[in-house]
């Protein structure tokens, strides 16, 4: 059996990465941590929607209704194995909407 290499697979031309964008870095790197990032997801929706509910809106159904759509959005597409993309912009709208029935 022959166990040598040929030149032509020894010397193999690598796409440089060091050109790339900084955020397309940054979303490839959210996927590749993709469990990770989804465990801290899921821990900030849950947690803040349910602390926005309890306190901000426990009167109100319309902001009920407006802190449980997004959070339960984002939950849901997390368990459908949405980009993280997606995932990461639908999580920041909620956790701002939950915010502002907080505060007000």
């Known amino acids: 059996m022959e166990t040598t ?7 193999t031309h690598s796409k ?9 870095k940054f979303w490839a790197m959210l996927e590749f941590n993709r469990f990770g990032v989804i465990a801290m997801l899921l821990t900030v ?3 803040v929607g349910g ?6 809106a426990h009167n ?3 902001q009920i209704a407006l802190v449980a759509f997004p959070t339960i959005i984002t939950l849901a597409l997390i368990l459908a194995v949405a980009p993280m993309r997606l995932l990461v912009w639908l999580t920041g709208l909620a956790l701002v909407i939950d915010l502002f029935v907080l505060l007000f």
């Open 60 to 62: 109100e159904l319309f």
């Open 51 to 56: 602390i926005s509910v309890a306190y901000g």
């Open 45 to 47: 929706v849950g947690c």
């Open 5 to 11: 290499v040929s030149s032509s697979a020894a010397f």
């Open 16 to 24: 440089s990465t060091s050109h790339a964008p900084v955020q397309s």
